[in-house]
């Protein structure tokens, strides 16, 4: 069965520091993969994805992933933190038939 | 264009009551998908419906019901509410299946007493 693992449920970095967000995925095919944000209050907004393209994949307000095979991981990056990253961020796996299979969320606080 | 929206926003039932749910997919998206999210998880995938049809569902029990319409809005429907329902459902379109992504609406935070 598909499945992804967020390793950390909460990650706190200083202001202008670098993240990093860890999942894990679990399929028996190519994955199709995202990073999904959540702000207090408002919808689910897609950071970026992975279709079998590029393995470095860059995505919006300065995040990138990079997929490694053969450690079955799909960790997001950025270099630098700004207060406005502090949310809920999910790893997700897109299975067969498209449905999305999310991970159990990390929460990014960004210290000023 | 419009984005996905969703009605009500915030939504109190008590135990044993039903409740629907709505939702206005993104102008041009023919595919809706709703999602449970519970306190503290990620979203569960509840069901999704194409074209009018239900094309999917997860691992949630028959009291939980859909409908698509023509201009391809659609409908939650949860029967003989109880305790844990309580959480928010979450919206979301995409055109046709496929790779395409899902844009997520805010959601309705249910809460059952």
């Known amino acids: 069965a598909q499945s992804v693992t967020q390793l950390d449920s909460h990650v706190s970095v200083s202001e202008g520091t670098p993240v990093l967000l860890r999942c894990n995925y679990s399929?028996?095919?190519?994955?199709?993969l995202f990073w999904y944000v959540q702000h207090p209050n408002k919808g689910l907004q897609l950071l970026l994805k992975?279709?079998?393209?590029?393995?470095l994949v860059k995505g919006i307000n300065g995040f990138e992933a990079e997929f490694k095979k053969s450690e079955t991981s799909f960790h997001l990056t950025k270099p630098s933190a700004h207060m406005s990253d502090a949310a809920e961020y999910f790893c997700?796996?897109?299975?067969?038939?498209?449905?999305?299979?999310f991970g159990s969320g990390t929460r990014l606080l960004v210290r000023p | 264009e419009t984005g996905v929206t969703q009605s009500p926003t915030h939504l109190i039932k008590t135990r044993g009551q039903q409740v629907t749910l709505r939702c206005s997919s993104q102008?041009?998206?023919?595919?809706v998908s709703w999602y449970q999210q519970a306190l503290g998880q990620g979203p569960q995938f509840i069901f999704q419906?194409?074209?009018?049809?239900?094309?999917g569902r997860g691992n949630f029990p028959p009291r939980f019901s859909g409908l698509q319409f023509p201009n391809y809005s659609s409908e939650l429907n949860v029967n003989a509410l109880e305790l844990d329902d309580s959480a928010l459902y979450l919206c979301?379109?995409?055109?046709?299946?496929?790779?395409?992504?899902?844009?997520f609406g805010p959601g309705t935070r249910l809460t059952v007493l």
């Open positions: 102008s041009g998206h023919n595919t």
């Open positions: 992975y279709t079998s393209a590029a393995t």
């Open positions: 997700v796996h897109e299975d067969s038939s498209y449905k999305l299979i």
């Open positions: 419906y194409y074209r009018e049809e239900e094309n």
């Open positions: 979301a379109s995409s055109w046709a299946q496929g790779p395409n992504e899902q844009f």
């Open positions: 399929s028996s095919y190519s994955p199709s």
